[in-house]
């Protein structure tokens, strides 16, 4: 006996067509989509865990109100701790966001250039991709800084700060008004010095022998650049 599902079904699939075409399609796009998922997440998962090699991203962070001394590093050392100076400096740009200031990193958290090219002179900046995207900053463009203005020359991704949170306690971040950039180290010393002043011995080309002097304390604050420190003489006496 021949089953009267043989020449059902075609009927039902005939007169619904519409109705499991639109089903079969879903499923379709579900399976897809879910699958892509899967893929995706395990290539990310794979790249987040290779670039912590490839970038030499730190084990861990910390922060002190002044800068280690010598014997400070070397004592925190001897723990089997390896301690890499990544300095920054925050300041506020004439768009209303705020940037922190890197110098390029060589040894720990590395910076991946995206496009165009690090800076390599004064008045140069690579700034964050995501930062430079949602606020409509493209290679060339300018940002300014008080009375210092940068010229944009690349687009980078800092590996420790895959998403740009400005404080750790921050529950979500904002890459319109926060942003990383890097700059080259001599800018970097010229933006965390407010006040120095030098001089150079004329006896080059007069004959004259003088004196030449840094400013590396005001108001009790120290203001020197790298290597430049204050330290105390007592042949010196206040002259008022």
Same mark, same amino acid.
């Given at each position: 006996?021949?089953?009267?599902?043989?020449?059902?079904?075609?009927?039902?699939?005939?007169?619904?067509?519409?109705?499991?075409?639109?089903?079969?399609?879903?499923?379709?796009?579900?399976?897809?989509?879910?699958?892509?998922?899967?893929?995706?997440?395990?290539?990310?998962?794979?790249?987040?865990?290779?670039?912590?090699?490839?970038?030499?991203?730190?084990?861990?962070?910390?922060?002190?109100?002044?800068?280690?001394?010598?014997?400070?590093?070397?004592?925190?050392?001897?723990?089997?701790?390896?301690?890499?100076?990544?300095?920054?400096?925050?300041?506020?740009?004439?768009?209303?966001?705020?940037?922190?200031?890197?110098?390029?990193?060589?040894?720990?958290?590395?910076?991946?250039?995206?496009?165009?090219?690090?800076?390599?002179?004064?008045?140069?900046?690579?700034?964050?991709?995501?930062?430079?995207?949602? +606020?409509?900053?493209?290679?060339? &463009?300018? /940002?300014?800084?008080?009375? =210092?203005?940068?010229?944009?020359? !690349?687009? $980078?991704? %800092?590996?420790?700060?895959?998403?740009?949170?400005?404080?750790?306690?921050?529950?979500?971040?904002?890459?319109?008004?926060?942003?990383?950039?890097?700059?080259?180290?001599?800018?970097?010393?010229?933006?965390?010095?407010?006040?120095?002043?030098?001089?150079?011995?004329?006896?080059?080309?007069?004959? +004259?022998?003088?004196?030449?002097? &840094?400013? /590396?304390?005001?108001?009790? =604050?120290?203001?020197?650049?790298? !290597?430049? $420190?204050? %330290?105390?003489?007592?042949?010196?006496?206040?002259?008022?």
């Amino acid at each position: 006996m021949k089953s009267p599902l043989r020449k059902r079904l075609p009927r039902e699939l005939k007169s619904e067509f519409g109705k499991y075409l639109v089903v079969f399609v879903m499923m379709a796009i579900t399976i897809a989509f879910v699958s892509g998922f899967l893929v995706a997440d395990g290539s990310m998962i794979r790249a987040y865990d290779d670039s912590f090699q490839k970038y030499n991203i730190e084990d861990g962070y910390f922060r002190t109100k002044k800068k280690l001394t010598t014997t400070q590093k070397e004592d925190i050392e001897k723990t089997d701790v390896k301690i890499y100076e990544n300095f920054y400096i925050e300041q506020k740009l004439t768009n209303g966001s705020t940037v922190r200031f890197f110098k390029n990193r060589k040894d720990v958290d590395k910076v991946c250039l995206m496009k165009g090219r690090m800076p390599e002179k004064s008045g140069e900046i690579a700034v964050d991709r995501m930062y430079a995207e949602n +606020n409509s900053l493209e290679i060339g &463009d300018r /940002v300014k800084s008080g009375k =210092k203005a940068f010229r944009i020359t !690349g687009l $980078v991704a %800092l590996s420790d700060y895959s998403a740009l949170f400005q404080n750790n306690n921050d529950t979500m971040f904002d890459s319109v008004k926060f942003g990383v950039a890097i700059v080259t180290d001599k800018e970097f010393e010229a933006l965390k010095v407010p006040v120095d002043t030098y001089a150079v011995g004329s006896s080059l080309f007069d004959g +004259n022998i003088n004196f030449t002097a &840094d400013i /590396v304390m005001v108001d009790g =604050k120290e203001c020197a650049k790298a !290597g430049r $420190v204050h %330290l105390p003489n007592p042949r010196l006496e206040l002259v008022k």
